[in-house]
């Protein structure tokens, strides 16, 4: 079982930048595929982003696709994930979790919020 704290998250401008960082616990981090979610108030949580085992393949939600890079570092049992150009509509808690077959299947992580200001 993979166990999983986020971090990063903060107040900015919209335009601003912010690095998300997902730690995870567990030897088998590299085998699965990672996803970054998020859940904005009185809306369900949806997915922004993920990335295949080895790193080599990501995919994004359109809302974020050209603004957001998703990342992770295997040695270090870690995630990121890049937010540029950010707007209000991105404000929401940001959750991470393993993948398999491209559902979240992990115990969800407090989160960590990013709020966007106009």
């Known amino acids: 079982q993979v166990q999983l704290v986020e971090s990063g998250g903060g107040l900015v401008q919209a335009g601003g930048s912010l690095r998300l960082s997902c730690a995870a616990s567990?030897?088998?981090?590299?085998?699965?595929?990672m996803g970054w979610f998020r859940q904005a108030p009185g809306k369900e949580r949806e997915f922004v982003a993920s990335i295949s085992w080895n790193g080599v393949n990501t995919y994004y939600a359109d809302s974020v696709k050209g603004r957001f890079t998703i990342s992770r570092d295997n040695a270090k049992n870690m995630v990121y994930l890049q937010m540029n150009s950010l707007k209000p509509e991105d404000t929401a808690v940001y959750y991470c979790?393993?993948?398999?077959?491209?559902?979240?299947?992990?115990?969800w992580g407090q989160g960590t919020q990013v709020t966007v200001s106009s």
């Open positions: 979790n393993a993948l398999r077959s491209g559902e979240p299947f992990g115990s």
């Open positions: 567990g030897r088998t981090f590299s085998l699965y595929a």
